[in-house]
């Protein structure tokens, strides 16, 4: 079973920076899509931002210029560097990778904006 642990979620204040990690086993790293979503209060989950395994990146336009998804295929991790951040950013972010018809989620990791 694939798994995927997330972590350094926390509280921070308005324009500050966060990293996320989300460390993944049982899984061929290197050949997968990873993916960062995220659940703000009151709302559906939603795509962050997305990584390929060429290293082609996507973003939603709300964070577009502010984090940035990178991935360190030798210690099977993808990142979410996360700057500038704003209160609509809080919300429990979770990292996704899928295999097949396979889709994975990790447990998620809180982020809190708040001054």
């Known amino acids: 079973q694939v798994q995927l642990v997330e972590s350094g979620g926390g509280l921070v204040q308005p324009g500050g920076s966060l990293r996320l990690s989300c460390a993944a086993s049982r899984i061929i790293f290197s050949s997968n899509t990873m993916g960062w979503y995220r659940r703000q209060p009151g709302k559906q989950r939603e795509l962050v931002a997305r990584i390929t395994s060429a290293g082609s990146t996507t973003y939603v336009d709300s964070v577009k210029g502010r984090f940035t998804i990178s991935r360190d295929n030798a210690k099977n991790t993808v990142y979410l560097q996360m700057n500038s951040l704003k209160p609509e950013d809080t919300a429990v972010y979770y990292c996704?990778?899928?295999?097949?018809?396979?889709?994975?989620w990790g447990q998620g990791t809180q982020v809190t904006v708040s001054s």
């Open positions: 996704n990778t899928f295999q097949a018809i396979s889709i994975y």
